[in-house]
Each structure stands twice: as structure tokens, then as C-alpha cells.
């Protein structure tokens, strides 16, 4: 089978450089056997995979997410994008931008125009609008928008 898995985040991610929708993501702690997973779904949706290699709907639809996976992307823009997944139930619930390990959160403060002040640290960096979690750059706390 393959080496990684698709992941489909939903709501869709922005790249924090340029601003671009990013698709196409792939990650490496599920199972491995190139499974599409959608945000909100228990299960792998399908399998990109010729017939020959594909599981069976039975084996597809009792494959999980570990409770915290990363899962990253190449930007147009050329640079990488990184974020993490959260599933609460066995079901992916929840994206933040960035590589953390755990699903506590520390305040942020939203500055608009998508920026955003980290409340451990006080860096502010631009992360896009449309982002509830996102990883501080400068202390490596998971952020949160009250609003998010």
C-alpha cells in the first residue's frame, strides 16, 4: 500500500504567506494505505487506489485517526504549509495551522487584516481571518480566537 494518506480540512485552509486555498494535503499517522479523510467523517471517504489494491468497505470503515495528527502541503507559493489534526469521538473535528502535540489552547487576540497576538508570548503574526487555532511561531502554543 502507499506511504501516506489525503486529507481534506474543512472548512479549507489558507496558506499564512500568500493567502491560497491549499488542497492536496497528505500526512503520515494514519494508516498509510492512501485513504482520502475528510474533516467531520469517522472513516476514510475512499481510497485512491486501483481495485486491486483497494480494502474492503468493511476493513475502509473501521479505520480511525489517532486522537492528534499532523498533516502538511506545498504551497503555490512555494512554501510549506504544516497543520494538526484533532478528532474528538474518532471523528477529525478540528484543524489548527502549525505542528502541536496537544489540543490546549492559550487565548488570542484578533487584530483583524489576519492578524492575530499570541496571549503567552505576545508576538503577533498574520495567520488569515478565517483561522480559529493556529500554532504561535515564536513560543509554540496553540492559539485560539474567542471568536473561533
Given amino acids: 500500500m502507499g506511504m501516506f494518506d489525503y486529507y481534506e480540512p474543512r472548512p479549507a485552509l489558507h496558506c499564512p504567506r500568500c493567502d491560497s486555498e491549499v488542497a492536496g494535503w497528505q500526512g503520515k499517522d494514519g494508516p498509510c494505505s492512501l485513504v482520502v479523510w475528510q474533516q467531520g467523517v469517522p472513516a476514510p471517504t475512499h481510497q485512491e487506489v486501483d481495485d486491486d489494491f483497494r480494502l474492503s468497505n468493511d476493513d475502509l470503515t473501521r479505520l480511525r485517526l489517532p486522537v492528534v495528527f499532523g498533516l502538511y502541503m506545498g504551497c503555490s507559493c512555494k512554501s510549506w504549509v504544516i497543520a494538526t489534526g484533532?478528532?474528538?469521538?474518532?471523528?477529525?473535528?478540528?484543524?489548527?495551522?502549525?505542528?502541536?502535540?496537544?489540543?490546549?489552547?492559550?487565548?488570542?487576540?484578533?487584530?483583524g487584516d489576519g492578524l492575530r497576538q499570541c496571549s503567552c508570548c505576545a508576538h503577533v503574526w498574520s495567520v488569515g481571518d478565517t483561522?480559529?487555532?493556529?500554532v504561535c511561531p515564536v513560543c509554540a502554543k496553540l492559539t485560539e480566537l474567542a471568536d473561533g
Wanted: aromatic content about 10%; proline content about 3%; overall charge negative.
Fill in 131 to 134: 483561522v480559529s487555532l493556529a
Fill in 86 to 111: 484533532f478528532c474528538r469521538n474518532e471523528t477529525w473535528t478540528e484543524t489548527a495551522l502549525g505542528e502541536t502535540q496537544a489540543r490546549d489552547s492559550v487565548p488570542a487576540t484578533n487584530f
